[in-house]
């Protein structure tokens, strides 16, 4: 079969014609999505009998349909109600949700979708065109490359820290020191798990998500009447579409940073086990460090939203080219794929586009034109799911608690778990009541054990030779970029005050 561009068309009209399947797969994997602890792997696990019966294609249509929806309705709590329920979901709340208090809730679930759709769409098509080079990217990415990566995402800690140096550092320490927990990566040691064996895996990461971020945003929440203002509670009661079309239009304004930022995801996606929370807390690094308002970025910035946005839908796609092109699962939803792919007797590999290259391209297409129909599902919701805000914090706040409790327990179905994230809570209130950013902690909580994992599988490789980290080239130049991306912005900055200080000098003389 050639491949060629009637190939490709016939294909895009092949999976339209599945939009039955397509369809109901969105708005379930949006509600999914939306509800804390729940995900895509989970979902498709509980309906794995149900995707087996089916026939390979349609199947697959289906998973890949739900994967992408998910991944957008994770955004949607994390906005709205300072949930975010997915790692992917971690950096949204640290601009989406300064919005909705200031009544834009609308304009930054607008700016979400349209980032998010985008985002996927570009990185499909590129997957679509790029898949054999971009498999390749594995191979370059070691553990070495990964160090400096997860460094990357920990310098945020340093970016939240420029407003209060001690307590910014302070409380990333404290997250890292958290993320430590459990038994270490070499000989199984437990370590700061006080007896409890639910920790000897690590501090789980949806529990510490949802307490860090929504139970003790709940508890703050509880001492007024509602998120929002009264002022601009009247105000969104009378909202019109014009907020979803200013949504719209300033993220297509902004189509270079959605590109290069969902690129980004695209490559991290590829490296298997990297996953969206790496690649969301990278673009927003990355793009706070590009800006021209570095400043502007945790106060409602519609940049800050489309960065993590565009970057962990980005990630959808570079998920599934190791799956397909090298055998590899790239995540958890990938690796459901592999086992309905291998029931079907499909195979996966170079020989997938050869015997089945209507199959193998086909799961890209599926996505690419998911992504499409959500553009017009999913956008004219936002006017109404930003109503939610609306809501008195008397029943909110309970409804929040306890949703994000179910979503605790659901992962691993331990109580302990429900316990841990009231814990979790009760420290994220008080560190909200005392000046200390939450997101700090999260970012030490999240990539701390990553970065200890890769750290400690390059020294082994290299018998405990700490110059390991300096030994690969893209390493290297990964090094240099992490050092001016810390040291850039306060010289650039330190600049600017200066020349501003010799105009007005010059002007006074």
């Given amino acids: ?11 895009f009209t092949h999976m339209l014609s599945l939009w039955w399947v397509i369809v109901p797969s969105i708005f379930l994997g949006l509600i999914v999505g939306a509800i804390p602890g729940f995900s895509a792997a989970n979902t498709i696990i509980v309906l ?17 349909a739900l994967y992408c929806a998910s991944r957008m309705g994770a955004g949607i709590p994390a906005i709205l109600v300072n949930i975010p329920g997915t790692a992917g979901a971690a950096a ?14 609308q304009q930054a679930l607008a700016i979400s979708f349209v980032s998010s759709t ?40 340093a970016a939240i820290a420029a407003k209060d140096t001690l307590k910014g550092l302070i409380a990333g320490f404290f997250g890292l020191m958290i993320g430590s927990i459990g038994a270490d990566h070499v000989y199984a ?34 001492e007024g009447e509602s998120i929002l203002a009264r002022h601009l509670h009247d105000r969104l009661k009378v909202s019109s579409w014009k907020e979803t079309i200013e949504g ?20 991290i996606g590829v490296i298997p086990g990297a996953g969206a929370a790496i690649a969301a807390f990278f673009a927003y690094q990355q793009s706070r460090i590009f800006s021209r308002t570095p400043e502007a970025y945790g106060t409602g910035h519609a940049e800050g939203l489309i960065a993590p946005e565009s970057a962990n839908n980005g990630v959808t796609a570079g998920t599934l080219i190791p799956l397909l092109v090298l055998g590899i699962p790239g995540g958890a939803t990938a690796a459901v794929m592999l086992v309905v792919m291998q029931y079907q007797g499909v195979g996966v590999g170079p020989r997938l586009f050869i015997e089945r290259p209507d199959l193998g391209y086909g799961i890209f297409m599926a996505m690419f034109v998911t992504y499409l129909l959500m553009a017009f ?13 609306l809501v008195s914090t008397t029943y909110m706040s309970p409804m929040i608690i ?45 990539l701390g054990p990553l970065l200890e994992q890769y750290m400690l599988r390059a020294l082994k490789m290299s018998d405990g030779n700490v110059w390991v980290l300096f030994s690969s080239p893209l390493g290297n130049t990964l090094w240099v970029m992490l050092i001016l991306a810390l040291v850039g912005p306060p010289l650039v900055k330190h600049r600017r005050l200066r020349r501003g200080e010799t105009v007005f000098s010059e002007g006074e003389g």
């Fill in 1 to 11: 079969m050639e491949i060629d561009a009637a190939f490709f068309a016939g294909l």
């Fill in 48 to 64: 794995l009998p149900l995707t087996l019966v089916m026939e390979v294609e349609v199947g697959l249509v289906f998973m890949v």
């Fill in 92 to 105: 949204t709340p640290l601009d989406g949700y300064p919005m909705v208090k200031q009544g834009r809730g």
């Fill in 118 to 157: 985008l985002g996927g769409l570009l990185t499909t098509a590129i997957a679509l065109i790029a898949m054999p080079w971009l498999a390749r990217v594995g191979f370059y990415m070691h553990s070495v490359e990964m160090v400096v990566v997860m460094l990357f995402g920990i310098s945020l800690i």
């Fill in 189 to 222: 040691t437990p370590r700061g798990t006080m007896g409890f064996l639910e920790l000897y895996d690590g501090v789980p990461l949806i529990p510490a998500l949802v307490g860090l971020f929504a139970i003790s945003e709940a508890f703050l929440v509880i």
């Fill in 248 to 267: 719209t239009m300033m993220t297509l304004r902004r189509w270079w940073h959605v590109t290069w930022t969902s690129l980004i995801g695209l490559v």
């Fill in 377 to 389: 599902t999913i956008l004219p919701l936002s006017r109404y799911m930003s109503r939610v805000t």
């Fill in 402 to 446: 306890a949703f994000t409790l179910v979503g605790s327990f659901v992962p691993r179905e331990y109580l302990f778990d429900m316990y841990l994230a009231f814990a979790f809570g009760f420290l994220g209130y008080l560190a909200r009541k005392t000046g200390y950013h939450v997101a700090a902690i999260l970012i030490g909580v999240i």
